[in-house]
């Protein structure tokens, strides 16, 4: 069933769970994710990045998404994630996404404010849920992962939510995309305070290569929602690699790929202890 981050996330951040976000480019990567979530009767959010968008088109993969949200026998969130312009957010909210994220964190803090709150107004009136952020989660790839982030501070956290109103909120606390080539250092005081501030339910990216541990301590502490896609794309380019080796043929090597990618989001879903909460 179709729902919005209103329907899943409250009930997370008060039975200390978290909903997974697996970013879908493609409809492989999606039947892995439905199915895993259907057969471990866990709420799930899905869909695509704006960033992702040179790998399958919103138009395109929008229409697969959400048939598969719709007729699916657990909750499912579709949400347009880490939207960097006013255009393609309001693109996603037309072709019926339930959610979405707006990302001005790297930009002017007023200008983020503003854009938020007019994005909110908007997706509200349309019936969706809104995600904002405030710090910057940065790039594990580049290095900078731990370094030169700007961290969110509780100040900042209740300003932006009570100036945008927004539904969730994703916080910096030492989280990075991509492939860490270091292990993070994740600040779990701080997390701790903002979700004592706050009653939004709170949002990890990053999460991709991050130990158990830390997911446990990031859930436990506070976090409604974890966003993966890192994990899967491994997951999923492991199993095409294998299969080539093995000689198979395309098609035995496509459910491979599916099969990878469903394992790895059981596994996450396991971890976040979102498992039966359908």
């Known amino acids: 069933m179709l ?31 439905i199915s895993a979530a259907e057969d471990l009767k866990s709420p799930v959010i899905i869909g695509t990045a704006e960033v992702l968008l040179p790998f399958g088109e919103l138009s395109l993969i929008a229409p697969s998404v959400l048939a598969a949200a719709r007729r699916a026998s657990v909750p499912v969130v579709v949400h347009y994630d880490h939207g960097l312009t006013f255009e393609r957010c309001m693109e ?44 910057h989660v940065g790039e594990a790839a580049n290095g900078d992962g731990d370094v030169s982030d700007r961290y969110t501070t509780v100040d900042e956290a209740l300003s932006f939510i009570d100036a945008t109103g927004v539904d969730a909120l994703a916080i910096a606390i030492g989280t990075a995309h991509g492939q860490y080539k270091q292990k993070p250092q994740l600040d779990i005081n701080r997390l701790k305070a903002i979700r004592n501030a706050t009653q939004v339910p709170l949002v990890l990216h990053g999460g991709s290569g991050l130990s158990d541990d830390d997911f446990r301590n990031t859930v436990r502490e506070g976090i409604a929602k974890v966003n993966i896609f890192t ?8 199993a095409m690699k294998e299969s080539m ?34």
């Open 3 to 33: 729902v919005s981050l209103n329907d899943v996330l409250p009930k997370a951040r008060d039975g200390h769970y978290a909903v997974g976000l697996f970013n879908t480019t493609d409809t492989d990567m999606l039947q892995a994710v």
């Open 92 to 135: 996603a909210l037309h072709l019926g996404f339930s959610s979405i994220m707006f990302d001005g964190s790297a930009g002017d803090t007023a200008q983020n404010l503003a854009d938020t709150r007019e994005v909110v107004r908007i997706a509200h009136a349309m019936g969706a849920s809104v995600e904002g952020e405030i710090g």
């Open 231 to 238: 994990d899967l794309c491994l997951a999923g380019s492991g």
């Open 245 to 278: 080796e093995k000689g198979l043929d395309y098609l035995a090597a496509r459910n491979a790929k599916v099969e990878a990618i469903y394992e790895a989001v059981k596994r996450k879903m396991t971890l976040f202890g979102s498992v039966g909460k359908a």
